[in-house]
Nanobody
């Protein structure tokens, strides 16, 4: 199991940007698919973006396509989420997650991920 710690959340005005980081422990970071999820009050946790082992394939929720970019640096055991053109509806707790799957499923769900960070709050004001 890998330990994950998120950072970079905060309060930003609509149209602004934030960059989330997630540092992972352990020496097998590159063996995990990494993902960012978010959960707003009263809503289910949803996949925002995922990135495969060497970054060769990425997934984005329709709601963030063209605005968010996921990336990873396997030499630093870190995954990033660059969030631009933020909207009030992006307000949520953002979680970093790691998956040990060996193939890419048709749909990413929280059940695909076995390790989770504690989350970081992102608040976008209008």
């Amino acid at each position: 199991q890998v330990q994950l710690v998120e950072s970079g959340g905060g309060l930003v005005q609509a149209g602004g940007s934030l960059r989330l980081s997630c540092a992972a422990s352990g020496r097998t970071f590159s063996s995990y698919v990494m993902g960012w999820f978010r959960q707003a009050p009263g809503k289910e946790r949803e996949a925002v973006a995922t990135i495969t082992w060497t970054g060769g394939s990425t997934y984005y929720a329709d709601s963030v396509k063209g605005r968010f970019t996921i990336s990873r640096d396997n030499t630093k055991n870190t995954v990033y989420l660059q969030m631009n053109s933020l909207k009030p509806e992006d307000t949520a707790v953002y979680y970093c997650a790691a998956s040990s799957v060996k193939w890419v499923p048709r749909t990413w769900t929280p059940e695909n991920f076995g390790s989770w960070g504690r989350g970081t709050q992102v608040t976008v004001s209008s």
